[in-house]
């Protein structure tokens, strides 16, 4: 399958990055993906706008054309951010969900609803979300910052992790402070959300206070974590993202 014709509003993704004009925030025309081999193409409801997983890398792109990461849309706060994380995480999806879960068979896109149907038993499979909780602990008028060894590591900014299955949100911010740092924290209030197409997060931001605990880091995740000063941050997440309104004090 290959693109053909021009779609008006298409975004056109490889490899989690979206394809837009050189210098600008706008995505590309369907026609800059002539010539690539279409891996997926669909039209993201209720939008209406289709969404094209291409072949090859970003290592080029067409003339007056760039790639760019999705969180440079969060970050810049342009108006095309959601609908770009929802085209996302929705090719996200769907790459790892050609196949039932039930049967094997494979599933194809149902007519009316944003969803997957097995050709053979008739499994219905809609787009997963994953939540996951971000907290700014907080004590003695400071706030705590951590590196992580997997995630930017160059970056401070506020724990965070999946929740697991059976636990409250609020229950899954205390158990993941404390794996992480060792800490205790009293009442865990919620401060905002934000989706997040890497694949398929939900984030649930929330404020904790410090209770009692020394710093006692989880080696294979944080490889730093110190008491911050509001007025004496270090590099944190830019602008856009729920991580940076968390240590702002935004939300």
């Given at each position: ?15 989690g ?22 891996l ?14 291409l ?5 080029d ?30 090719l996200?999806?769907?790459?790892a ?14 007519p009316?609803?944003?969803?997957r149907?097995?050709t053979?038993?008739g ?17 003695e ?7 992580h060894v ?28 404390r ?8 009442d ?10 890497y ?10 206070r ?30 856009g ?11």
């Amino acid at each position: 399958m290959t693109v053909k014709g021009e779609v008006s509003g298409a975004l056109l993704f490889c490899d989690g990055q979206l394809l837009v004009r050189a210098g600008t925030l706008e995505p590309a025309g369907e026609e800059a993906g002539s010539g690539r081999e279409a891996l997926d193409s669909f039209v993201v409801r209720p939008q209406g706008v289709r969404a094209v997983a291409l072949s090859g890398t970003t290592d080029d792109a067409p003339a007056g054309h760039e790639w760019l990461r999705v969180r440079r849309l969060i970050a810049d706060e342009s108006p095309r951010a959601a609908l770009a994380c929802r085209a996302l995480g929705l090719l996200n999806w769907r790459a790892a969900h050609a196949y039932c879960g039930v049967c094997g068979e494979p599933l194809e896109d149902h007519p009316v609803e944003m969803a997957r149907r097995c050709t053979a038993c008739g499994h219905m499979a809609y787009p997963a979300i994953s939540p996951a909780v971000i907290v700014r602990v907080e004590k003695e008028e400071k706030i705590l910052l951590a590196r992580h060894v997997q995630r930017i590591p160059d970056l401070y900014t506020c724990l965070a992790g999946y929740l697991e299955v059976g636990e409250s949100a609020e229950e899954g911010v205390r158990r993941e402070v404390r794996e992480e740092t060792g800490l205790e924290v009293g009442d865990v209030v919620y401060a905002g959300s934000q989706p997040w197409p890497y694949p398929n997060q939900l984030m649930l931001a929330f404020k904790a206070r410090w209770v009692s605990g020394e710093l006692a880091l989880q080696a294979d995740e944080i490889a730093e974590a110190r008491w911050f000063d509001p007025a004496d941050l270090p590099a944190i997440p830019p602008p856009g993202s729920v991580a940076y309104r968390l240590i702002r004090g935004l939300i």
